[in-house]
């Protein structure tokens, strides 16, 4: 049985410790002939957040919707088209590796495979001790190996633990390995991409609980990707809603789950099992996903939209900013909502 863990202290007087401002990320497409002019596709398209240091961000949308590609763009392995991410004051696009150098040990990253993202021939103290030795230089093997330690405890893995090869250990204590090379340099920022969406519930409920009390030790920001909503609202402060790279709504997590304003919102919402379908069918025409290698002209969710109308096929509904900080990008946001209800 896990306790609850108490949300950690906020600053709201800090600045923002991440802040992206009209992100935008295009893949080139392959040309249908050699002479055939360039076509890219918008991955991230005119997205603005902050993430505050202490603060959980939870990422989500369906398949597709760009949340992998902007945590790649914020380590630095995914070229921005253009647009601004700012960590710490310090300008992330377009710098260079010496620039990066100093800021890599402040945002890493714990992947969604357990097993796959620790190489099978290393033992478990060279897995945590990896990223020390390229972005920690400054310490000596004994320092190195203290710092191991001392973060395999924290992440509850004993000293038996580190001789042992990724093979020898459970999908959970995998992950936990994972979260101790992430955490071992002492990072701000832990962007976490379906982090516990490989393990069974009791132990994502274990690991959501470690990763929490490690932010309130720490005071680290967490960018938390994920497309299942229990999750984001279990672990996150505040969510994002993306749909195919496109910000549709923003607030604090308690308001987005007791009242969403978006349409797509509601309609994620009402996909968890158990609700009961023609309340369902109610939320989401059938429609195509958008062709996002042409620059829209209306509402990217227009076509499964059910309170899509003309305004919606011709402009793209601004952003609006709300009072208690919620950001909603739709023509219509002030419907009445009713909670969704399960099926009998
Ligand atoms: S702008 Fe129109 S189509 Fe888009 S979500 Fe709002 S109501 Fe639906």
């Not at 918008?42 to 202490?54: I, M, P, S, T, W």
């Not at 902007?70 to 960590?87: E, K, W, Y």
């Not at 400054?138 to 990724?166: K, S």
């Amino acid at each position: 049985m896990t306790r609850p863990v108490a949300a950690p202290r906020l600053d709201a007087t800090a600045g923002p410790l991440l802040a992206v401002r009209q992100l935008r990320i295009q893949h080139r497409l392959p040309r249908a002939h050699p002479f055939a002019r360039p076509r890219y596709l918008r991955a991230v398209d005119e997205l603005n957040f902050n993430l505050h240091a202490g603060e959980t961000l939870a990422l989500v949308g369906e398949s597709g919707s760009g949340k992998s590609t902007l945590a790649r763009a914020l380590l630095g392995v995914q070229p921005v088209s253009s647009g601004s991410i700012r960590f710490d004051g310090h300008e992330l696009v377009g710098l260079d590796r010496r620039g990066w150098q100093p800021l890599r040990r402040q945002i890493q990253m714990v992947f969604q495979d357990p097993q796959g993202s620790l190489d099978p021939r290393m033992r478990v103290a060279q897995i945590v001790a990896e990223p020390l030795v390229y972005l920690c230089p400054e310490l000596d093997a004994a320092e190195r190996r203290h710092r191991v330690e001392q973060t395999l405890e924290r992440v509850g893995l004993g000293p038996e633990m580190l001789e042992c090869y990724p093979r020898q250990l459970s999908g959970g204590q995998c992950q936990r390995v994972g979260i101790a090379r992430a955490l071992v340099c002492g990072p701000r920022l832990l962007i976490c991409d379906e982090a516990v969406a490989a393990l069974d519930a009791v132990t994502q409920a274990q690991v959501l609980q470690l990763l929490r009390e490690i932010q309130m030790q720490t005071g680290m920001a967490m960018l938390f990707i994920t497309h299942d909503l229990a999750i984001a609202r279990q672990i996150s402060d505040r969510v994002l809603v993306m749909y195919y790279g496109r910000l549709m709504e923003q607030a604090p997590t308690r308001t987005l789950f007791a009242a969403p304003r978006h349409p797509y919102t509601r309609a994620l919402l009402a996909s968890v099992p158990g609700v009961d379908p023609a309340q369902r069918a109610a939320l989401l025409r059938p429609g195509a996903a958008p062709d996002t290698s042409v620059p829209s002209t209306g509402c990217l969710f227009a076509a499964r939209c059910p309170m899509a109308d003309e305004q919606c096929l011709r402009r793209v509904p601004p952003v609006h900013r709300l009072r208690d900080g919620s950001a909603v990008a739709c023509h219509y946001i002030a419907e009445a909502w009713v909670p969704p209800t399960k099926a009998a």
